[in-house]
């Protein structure tokens, strides 16, 4: 059985509630303190921008802190031996230029955007730096028919994707997600998708969902269909357990899967 060296979570979704009170359970803790004890490390992968998910952090009250912040569902944070969080490598510098250019390029399918968004009563257009970069919707029905309407409105253009989670739709380079994020860290980490294990909840988390990225995965019980269907397919482990708690029964499931499968002795030998 591979060694779980990097832990991948999601945030909201997978280790909260977005109705609970933020903190982080017991059996989380406890699987966190076990695998920080045997030398592993830790990165949530999250939509929440750098400040964002250090206050959601400072309410989680984890054990551990994260070695590094993947932020923006495309950025790469680690922790400096001063507890600072800084850019790692070029990787942020790169996504940041790609970004600036697409959207430049892409003037025309933007505003084709905010009017396709106009059309939906109660759902808006998220700015960022004058420019529209996401669209929040009024619900997830109205999500689901902006997912396809988008999808139909940018498929001319293989550059440009989107990020998708709850209400909230993303737009974003096409080379940039989660799993391409977390890739580049195992990179820089010099860590095997093999040593990886992965969490997650939404549409959002399906790119690191994935073998490629990590070869262990899981997923909580209040996950989306289409994400435990990913999960099953790759042999990852599916909680009846929700949000954190589920997440700690997957990070067990994988690192004692070789006891609880043990190899009976032939008959007839010395056990």
């Keep these: 059985?591979?060694?779980?060296?990097?832990?991948?979570?999601?945030?909201?979704?997978?280790?909260?509630?977005?109705?609970?009170?933020?903190?982080?359970?017991?059996?989380?803790?406890?699987?966190?303190?076990?695998?920080?004890?045997?030398?592993?490390?830790?990165?949530i992968n999250t939509?929440?921008?750098?400040?964002?998910?250090?206050?959601?952090?400072?309410?989680?009250?984890?054990?551990?802190?994260?070695?590094?912040?993947?932020?923006?569902?495309?950025?790469?944070?680690?922790?400096?031996?001063?507890?600072?969080?800084?850019?790692?490598?070029?990787?942020?510098?790169?996504?940041?230029?790609?970004?600036?250019?697409?959207?430049?390029?892409?003037?025309?399918l933007l505003q084709a955007l905010e009017d396709l968004v106009a059309a939906h009563p109660g759902a808006v257009v998220i700015y960022e730096n004058g420019r529209p970069s996401g669209i929040a919707a009024r619900d997830e029905d109205q999500v689901e028919r902006l997912s396809v309407e988008v999808c139909d409105l940018t498929a001319g253009a293989s550059d440009f994707s989107f990020q998708r989670n709850t209400v909230w739709l993303r737009f974003c380079h096409v080379r940039y997600d989660k799993g391409s994020a977390l890739g580049e860290l195992c990179r820089l980490e010099g860590i095997s998708a093999a040593n990886v294990f992965c969490a997650g909840d939404h549409f959002n988390d399906l790119s690191m969902l994935r073998v490629e990225r990590a070869a262990m995965l899981a997923c909580p019980a209040n996950a989306i269909a289409p994400v435990k269907a990913a999960v099953a397919q790759s042999h990852g482990h599916v909680s009846d357990q929700a949000f954190s708690r589920g997440v700690a029964e997957g990070l067990l499931h994988h690192e004692n899967r070789a006891w609880k499968n043990p190899v009976v002795p032939a008959e007839g030998c010395a056990s």
């Design 1 to 43: 059985m591979n060694q779980v060296h990097l832990l991948s979570t999601d945030f909201d979704g997978t280790l909260i509630g977005f109705d609970s009170d933020g903190t982080c359970g017991a059996e989380f803790a406890e699987a966190l303190t076990g695998h920080r004890r045997r030398g592993g490390l830790w990165a």
């Design 47 to 108: 939509g929440r921008s750098l400040p964002h998910i250090l206050q959601g952090l400072d309410r989680f009250q984890a054990p551990v802190t994260p070695d590094f912040l993947l932020t923006n569902e495309r950025e790469i944070f680690h922790r400096t031996s001063g507890g600072n969080w800084e850019a790692y490598g070029e990787w942020n510098a790169h996504c940041d230029s790609d970004h600036q250019e697409l959207f430049l390029k892409r003037a025309s």
